[in-house]
């Protein structure tokens, strides 16, 4: 079993900078993935980045790709957000899949955080 904790959301003006956090705890081998989604209010949860534990190669959605930046220490995964937009806020989730592909759908992955708000003012 793993468990996923995230942290670090909040509020910002546009523009603004966050640094999420998800430390993950439990059994897991060194072939695996952790990938943020998000999900606005009325709106689909979607795919924001992954990374791949060994390797540390990592994959973005087209909407943050060049604002957002994924890395990883020990067993906790950050989410850098930067230049954000109010399009960004959303709670956003961390999530691992037990694959060592980076896998941008929700039903590739086995454990998920319960999430954490970000706002972000116009």
């Known amino acids: 079993q793993v468990q996923l904790v995230e942290s670090g959301g909040g509020l910002v003006q546009a523009g603004g900078s966050l640094r999420l956090s998800c430390a993950a705890s439990?059994?897991?081998?060194?072939?695996?993935?952790t990938g943020w989604f998000r999900q606005a209010p009325g709106k689909d949860r979607e795919f924001v980045g992954a990374?791949?534990?060994?390797?540390?190669s990592t994959g973005f959605a087209d909407s943050v790709k060049g604002r957002f930046a994924i890395s990883r220490d020990k067993s906790t995964v950050y989410l850098q957000m930067n230049s954000l937009i109010p399009e960004d806020t959303a709670i956003y989730y961390c999530?691992?899949?037990?694959?060592?592909?980076?896998?941008?759908?929700?039903?590739?992955?086995?454990?998920w955080g319960q999430g954490t708000q970000v706002t972000v003012s116009s």
């Open positions: 999530a691992v899949g037990l694959t060592s592909s980076l896998i941008t759908t929700q039903r590739g992955y086995d454990y």
């Open positions: 439990g059994r897991l081998s060194a072939h695996y993935v």
């Open positions: 990374i791949r534990w060994n390797g540390g």
